[in-house]
């Protein structure tokens, strides 16, 4: 462009004339059209799938949260007493405590043990590279199902692998899905089982978008690698690491099947619900209850807000301390 | 401003698009209805559990030429959810559907979701238990379902596992051992003595089945549907009974993995038995314990223990036809011919009677009588009035109070405090 400068301009392109025969100009309307209206339709198919598939949904389990809204019968409007009821619901607040109980435990070493793995992994020094990253993101692959039965025999009364090797060491068995803790720290090895390999790859491409210069400067200047670390990688990882908490919370609020899967598909989640989730009680009270659809609909909605106040407070969060 | 008039007006273009979309897939129906008369090509049974119903649908499809297409599911707790789907959107459901007495229960309140069978078949009520008859139908008359099978019960015991602890191991003596429910605790004391501290029942959740069953009352609901969870006498027994026996439990949930395992295992020697379950029994101990199983009387006289019925959801596009299969499956003949096959017991009286149902003996069970054990205890059964949502109180109220304080995690007055709450929210319809 610059080069260009020095010699004479390019001769603009003619202006539009009027004395152009109307094929052509039906041509141009064509290409004017294209150009402003286009693009709209290329994004279209997402929007509608989203019309149908998320928007629709949702506007009608708000419609349904407002109604004593049988699952095979009547329906009645009742205005907001659905959401007052969920204050004084002790089993709503239950959930909402295991569901945060368990979130804690699997969220935050999960994201630190990825960190560690996805800063193990971004070293150069390492060997063969992709088939690490490769074996990591396998866990991911295998089905929530499977994984969930899996570790619900391993972690069995009975027969589970787990209490078999706690007696080696002394320790009583342990009935896993008798006590709060106990079904907490099961269910949240099985989430951190699958999830840990999938944000160290998103995690490490992150790391892999920091230029290199910056880690061959501070290693001229003598900084050390966990200082490189501190300094460079976790500044410059913000971005990423925002976009993880964000989809992990999101994740974690959601928490379903392998509590149920461990609770044998019992929806209760233990026999005093030590280990309920907020998306099982919604199932509980929307679909297992027929007569109980509004109220579970408004038990969905306040685990949308839930989200998104979760979300914009982990997103405040994270923003300030990586500053 | 033209950018933000024209964003609005995009925007309202969008959610006109949507809202089309939306109200085309809402009014997707298709109201297809067929000439009357005209004969369906083809006819869905569903079902849960096993029905013994292989043989009998390919004999229908021979007779009448109507192809059938039957699809089971293995347990009631994948089926139920299905079908509430199918009759909320008014879609998808069989045209002949199995009921479990607990759902059957539960949709009564809406009965308009099922077609009424008295005018599609001919008349049965002499035909069947009269209580079980009775139990097919919905408060505003309608006849709902076609009755196919009792649950009624008996226990069934490892004869190894009795041998090696120094009880009793034949059926009669078995059955003398327990009496009442006080015979059966002691026996199974005297069991764990003898086996060196083994559990003698899976769960005590089993027992209060066994008692609840037994016809002593009301109970979670009275007659008139109110809730009387909290002070059932025969709920309390029930309870009491139950948590008497948490001595002598395995504590193994039904249908978890530790149950189905510990047939295998042997962690416990006994369990009630109502007829279908013999071939859960006998599917997850496996081929290896053939013959070690044996099936003796159950403590304090006959009791139900669930029980099936067919039929037709009123978005059947064949309601005459469907009836009629119903009425073919759950015939006398068809009834022995299910029986003899996978286990559930007639409640046809004419099948009752019938020399095959009779005469039937268990060749996985010792060769026990099956078909004598439990036709007679058939006549001896007391039907027990369940409320709309008595499942719903039993599986989430009750049983999870007995769990929790069979492994310790309340004492018996903070579970039946658990128990009285929940089934005051879980029983309200």
Same mark, same amino acid.
């Given at each position: 462009m ?12 003619a202006p539009?004339?009027?004395d152009?025969?109307?094929?052509q ?6 290409n004017r059209l294209d ?5 709209y ?5 997402f ?7 998320g ?5 009608r389990?708000?419609?349904m ?6 699952m095979?019968?009547?329906?009645s409007f009742i205005g907001?007493?659905?959401y ?5 619901? !002790?089993?709503?607040w239950?959930a909402l405590?295991?569901?945060f109980g368990i979130f804690?435990?699997s969220?935050?070493?999960?994201l630190l ?7 193990l ?10 088939f690490?990253r490769?074996v ?9 199902a499977?994984v ?9 009364? !009975?027969?589970?692998?787990?209490n078999?090797l706690?007696?080696?060491v002394?320790?009583d068995?342990v ?8 079904s907490?720290?099961?269910?949240s090895?099985m989430?951190?089982?699958?999830w ?7 995690l490490?491409a992150?790391?892999q978008?920091?230029?290199k210069?910056l880690? !061959? ?5 003598g900084a050390s690698?966990w ?7 976790l ?16 994740g974690?609020m959601?928490?379903?099947? !392998? ?11 233990g026999?005093q619900?030590?280990?309920q989730?907020?998306a099982?009680?919604m ?13 579970g609909a ?9 989200i ?8 405040l ?7 | ?10 925007a ?25 008369g005209?004969?369906?090509a083809?006819l869905? =049974?569903d ?8 043989e ?7 007779d009448t030429?109507?192809?059938v297409e ?7 707790a994948e #089926? ?5 789907? #199918?009759?909320a ?19 009564k309140?809406n009965?308009?979701n ?5 005018p599609?078949?001919s ?6 238990l009269?209580w079980k008859w009775?139990?097919?139908k ?8 076609l009755?196919t099978d009792?649950g ?29 429910w006080?015979?059966?605790h ?10 060196g501290?083994k559990a ?9 089945n ?8 009301d ?14 006498p025969?709920?309390k ?5 139950a ?12 249908w978890?993995p530790?149950?189905?395992g510990g047939f ?7 369990t ?7 071939g ?5 101990s ?6 070690k ?5 159950v403590?304090?006289?006959g009791?139900?223990w ?5 039929? =037709?959801?009123?978005?059947s596009?064949?309601?005459?036809e ?5 009425e073919?499956?759950?015939n006398?003949?068809?009834? =022995?011919?299910a ?7 007639p ?6 009677k019938?020399d095959?149902f009779?005469?039937?003996?268990n ?15 058939v006549a001896k059964?007391q039907?027990?009035?369940l409320?709309?949502k008595?499942?719903a109180?039993?599986?989430?109220a ?9 492994s ?10 658990q ?5 005051k929210?879980?029983g309200?319809?």
């Amino acid at each position: 462009m610059s080069l260009s400068a020095t010699t004479a301009p390019p001769s603009p392109a003619a202006p539009p004339s009027p004395d152009l025969p109307p094929r052509q100009r039906r041509g141009r309307l064509f290409n004017r059209l294209d150009v402003k209206y286009s693009p709209y339709l290329y994004i279209a198919p997402f929007f509608l799938i989203f019309g149908v598939f998320g928007l629709y949904p949702m506007v009608r389990t708000a419609w349904m949260s407002l109604h004593d809204w049988d699952m095979i019968g009547d329906h009645s409007f009742i205005g907001f007493d659905n959401y007052t009821r969920l204050f004084s619901d !002790e089993y709503f607040w239950n959930a909402l405590v295991n569901t945060f109980g368990i979130f804690a435990l699997s969220t935050i070493p999960q994201l630190l043990l990825a960190l560690f793995l996805a800063n193990l992994l971004n070293r150069t020094f390492l060997r063969a590279k992709t088939f690490f990253r490769m074996v990591i993101f396998m866990p991911n692959v295998v089905s929530v199902a499977a994984v969930a039965i899996v570790f619900g025999m391993l972690f069995q009364r !009975e027969f589970g692998l787990f209490n078999w090797l706690l007696s080696f060491v002394g320790v009583d068995p342990v009935d896993w899905d008798g006590q709060r803790w106990s079904s907490w720290f099961a269910i949240s090895t099985m989430v951190n089982w699958r999830w840990t390999g999938y944000n160290t790859l998103i995690l490490l491409a992150g790391m892999q978008a920091i230029p290199k210069d910056l880690y !061959e400067a501070a290693a001229i200047d003598g900084a050390s690698q966990w200082r490189q670390f501190w300094q460079i990688t976790l500044p410059m990882l913000k971005p990423t690491f925002i976009f993880v908490v964000i989809l992990s919370t999101i994740g974690g609020m959601q928490l379903f099947t !392998e509590p149920l899967l461990f609770a044998n598909g019992n929806i209760l989640g233990g026999n005093q619900r030590q280990f309920q989730t907020l998306a099982m009680y919604m199932y509980e009270m929307g679909i297992q209850n027929l007569n109980t659809a509004g109220y579970g609909a408004a038990v969905a909605w306040a685990i949308f807000m839930i989200i998104v106040v979760v979300s914009l407070f982990n997103f405040l969060l994270v923003r300030r301390s990586a500053k | 401003m033209s950018v933000t008039t024209r964003r609005t007006r995009l925007a309202a273009a969008a959610l006109a698009a949507i809202t089309a979309i939306g109200g085309l897939a809402a009014c997707g129906n298709d109201d297809d209805k067929p000439a009357a008369g005209e004969k369906p090509a083809k006819l869905v =049974v569903d079902t849960f559990g096993e029905m013994g119903y292989d043989e009998l649908v390919k004999q229908y499809e021979k007779d009448t030429g109507i192809k059938v297409e039957l699809r089971k599911t293995a347990q009631l707790a994948e #089926y139920r959810p299905k079908l509430v789907r #199918y009759l909320a959107t008014g879609k998808g459901a069989a045209d002949v559907t199995a009921l479990e007495e607990g759902i059957l229960n539960e949709f009564k309140p809406n009965a308009r979701n099922w077609s009424d069978l008295a005018p599609l078949v001919s008349d049965h009520s002499k035909d069947y238990l009269p209580w079980k008859w009775e139990l097919g139908k919905a408060p505003d008359g309608r006849l709902i379902g076609l009755p196919t099978d009792v649950g009624s019960l008996a226990v069934c015991y490892r004869k190894d596992l009795f041998q090696a602890a120094g009880l009793p191991t034949e059926r009669d003596q078995v059955s003398a051992l327990w009496p009442d429910w006080k015979g059966f605790h002691d026996a199974g004391l005297k069991y764990k003595q003898g086996s060196g501290g083994k559990a003698f029942i899976d769960s005590i959740t089993a027992v209060s089945n066994g008692v609840m069953f037994q016809g002593n009352g009301d109970l979670f609901y009275d007659k008139e549907d109110n809730i009387i969870a909290d002070t059932s006498p025969a709920v309390k027994n029930a309870w009491d009974t139950a948590t008497s026996m948490a001595d002598i439990s395995a504590k193994a949930q039904t249908w978890s993995p530790e149950w189905s395992g510990g047939f295998k295992q042997g962690t416990f020697a006994a369990t009630f038995c109502p007829s279908w379950m013999l071939g859960i029994v006998s599917d997850n101990s496996g081929p290896t314990n053939k013959g070690k199983w044996d099936v003796a009387s159950v403590p304090g006289g006959g009791g139900n223990w669930g029980g099936s019925w067919l039929a =037709v959801p009123a978005q059947s596009k064949y309601p005459n036809e469907a009836a009629k299969l119903a009425e073919y499956l759950t015939n006398a003949k068809s009834q =022995v011919e299910a029986f003899k096959l996978k286990g559930p017991l007639p409640t046809n009286l004419e099948a009752l009677k019938n020399d095959a149902f009779t005469s039937y003996t268990n060749e996985y069970f010792s060769n026990a009588p099956t078909g004598k054990i439990f036709g007679e205890s058939v006549a001896k059964i007391q039907p027990t009035h369940l409320g709309p949502k008595h499942q719903a109180v039993k599986e989430n109220a009750l049983e999870p109070a007995l769990r929790a304080f069979e492994s310790g995690q309340a004492d018996k007055a903070k579970a039946w405090e658990q128990f009285t709450k929940d089934a005051k929210t879980q029983g309200a319809f």
